[in-house]
């Protein structure tokens, strides 16, 4: 907020402010502005923040579900209309997706209707604080799936080192890899299945060095997808990497203004 006053009131910026846009977990109430109870990111719970940044800058304010912000900077700026359907995995402390429809982002009836990283993978699992059990993201959310990794090796301290042994064949690093190509490999053939979608992409942090996880993941979802035998799985990695959340709250403005010169 500190930089947005900045360049407003000291004229730094070319134009007027168009808006701000603003990215968190979901789920959100995006039409309202409200966040309202993120498994990983309570301290916000039940926060307005449109009105709040509406009231200080008297501009358009827009909150969106990062996954589904980072899902509409993919359809308009990186996929370049290669592909109309698709999925966006994010994966970082959760598991977050977006849904792009014949070029169209879904949400659902009520805005929650992409919410992959609650989708039960295990009925015999724990508790999740979403209120669900065995969540995908208690399992492939990567301080999870670190979790695992202390098991085998406690000098495995984060996902791009372990990343890095695996690339050079270290045995223990590989195995953390082939279990998360594993629960992702279930996450993804159940998606296919619902959607039948033409590509998955892998965001946040599973996009260092991605190769190999995007091997061990698209060999096991093609063997299990019920489309098997007339379509094989495409997953790729993002190519936005550099300030994603930025750009992605800045898209919802920009997608906003342009909407608005049509009508």
């Not at 004229?11 to 007027?16: I, V």
């Not at 402010?17 to 959100?28: C, E, V």
């Not at 492939?140 to 080192?161: E, G, R, Y």
Request: aromatic letters at 8%; charged letters at 15%.
């Amino acid at each position: 907020m500190i930089t947005i006053r900045k360049l407003t009131e000291e004229n730094e910026l070319l134009g007027e402010l168009l808006g701000i846009g603003i990215t968190a977990p979901g789920p959100l109430d995006s039409s309202n502005g409200t966040i309202l109870n993120p498994p990983n990111f309570d301290q916000w719970a039940l926060t307005n923040v449109t009105d709040y940044f509406r009231d200080k800058f008297d501009c358009t304010v827009l909150l969106e579900n990062n996954s589904n912000a980072l899902a509409l900077l993919e359809n308009f700026y990186s996929i370049n209309n290669q592909f109309k359907n698709f999925v966006v995995l994010n994966v970082d402390s959760g598991i977050g997706s977006g849904v792009i429809l014949n070029g169209q982002l879904y949400k659902g009836s009520s805005g929650f209707g992409n919410d992959f990283g609650h989708m039960s993978i295990n009925f015999h699992g724990e508790s999740c604080r979403c209120g669900n059990i065995g969540c995908a993201e208690l399992y492939a959310s990567i301080p999870n799936i670190l979790a695992f990794t202390k098991q085998i090796n406690h000098d495995f301290a984060d996902w791009n080192t372990i990343v890095d042994l695996a690339l050079t064949g270290d045995i223990q690093a590989l195995q953390v890899i082939e279990k998360e190509a594993f629960y992702l490999s279930v996450i993804i053939t159940n998606i296919m299945n619902i959607l039948d979608v033409e590509t998955i992409i892998f965001a946040g942090d599973l996009t260092y060095h991605s190769s190999l996880l995007i091997d061990l993941v698209e060999t096991q979802v093609n063997q299990q997808i019920i489309a098997r035998m007339v379509k094989q799985v495409n997953i790729i990695s993002s190519s936005i990497t550099y300030e994603a959340p930025v750009l992605s709250s800045a898209n919802l403005i920009l997608e906003h203004f342009l909407k608005g010169l049509s009508h």
